[in-house]
């Protein structure tokens, strides 16, 4: 494959990916993880193959730095997106200058993702805490009580943990119970 043949190559797959099952995302947030898996990675590849550095606006680099490629690839990115986007994800896609792909993508992951990662390493961090039983109050009941709502929180962003960790850390503050 030529060099010059390689960026169109690769933003052809980029546009193709619009007619693959599964490419039409409705804007519900449980269909976000597996909907975007699929788009990020032929995202990924189309960048890959075409040896398009994509340049973010970062601290330090100017726009002049993006090249012809990198705003070919912006705007497809866009015009993708709005080709397999609905609902709420379209509002949002919808506040984004046209043409500006990368700019949409990271809006619907901060809306879609937000600062769950941070909320998980925060529940984590506070089930794993020697110091929980104290800081839960206490009590026997307003502890298991709060493990019970770290559980609950955790799975609600998608990070399932098996209930023999949960009861580890119950039986490690609560010996006496085992």
Known sequence: MSTSYEPTYALRSLENFVHVKGAQFGG??????????RFNGVLEYTSKQGNISIVKKEEGVR???????DNTLDQTIYYVLTMCVAGKAQHI????????????VEKLKTYYE???YHKIQMLQAELFDSSIFAKSGGG??????????????????????????????????LPQFF
């Open 28 to 37: 519900d947030v449980k269909d976000w993880p597996d909907w975007f898996f």
């Open 63 to 69: 726009e002049a730095a993006r090249t012809e490629f």
């Open 93 to 104: 896609i919808k506040g984004v200058e046209v043409g500006k792909g990368l700019e949409a």
């Open 114 to 116: 937000g600062d769950k």
């Open 140 to 173: 026997v009941e307003k502890f298991v009580q709060r493990i019970v709502q770290i559980k609950r929180e955790l799975t609600s962003l998608e990070l399932v943990m098996k209930d023999e960790i949960y009861c580890g850390i119950i039986e490690r503050h």
